[in-house]
């Protein structure tokens, strides 16, 4: 099981980015799949999900309306466009997959323990 993420770099205020995700060795059709981040000191927090089918997305508040959450199942691959980027923003982003196949009620999908699967994370550093 491998999930590679990417897309991380460093960026002025005000600007976007795409952050990548791809899978392997675990049925990327049947998960859902979600963005994390971390930042220095403080403790993983949910930023945006999408479920298994990708009829759900759920944002935490700190990015709605200014990020989109994607899938691929063709390509694999979950995608995260942040737009607006702010350096709160500065973190380091995980992907998290729940192989499962299961739905979940009001924003179950923000609860970390569900994904079974990590990446490596990927650093995004936001200049003022």
């Known amino acids: 099981v491998q999930l590679q993420a990417s897309g991380g770099g460093l960026v002025q205020a005000g600007g976007s980015l795409r952050l990548s995700c791809t899978a392997s060795g675990f049925t990327f059709s049947r998960s859902s799949l979600s963005w994390f981040r971390q930042a220095p000191g403080k403790e993983r927090r949910f930023v945006a999900a999408v479920s298994w089918g990708g009829a759900t997305t759920d944002y935490a508040d700190s990015v709605k309306g200014r990020s989109t959450i994607s899938r691929d199942n063709a390509q694999i691959t979950v995608y995260l466009q942040m737009n607006s980027l702010t350096p709160e923003d500065t973190a380091v982003y995980y992907c998290?997959?729940?192989?499962?196949?299961?739905?979940?009620?009001?924003?179950?999908?923000?609860?970390?323990?569900?994904?079974?699967?990590w990446g490596q994370g990927t650093l995004v550093t936001v200049s003022s």
């Open positions: 998290g997959a729940d192989p499962r196949a299961r739905t979940y009620s009001g924003h179950g999908l923000q609860n970390r323990a569900i994904y079974l699967h």
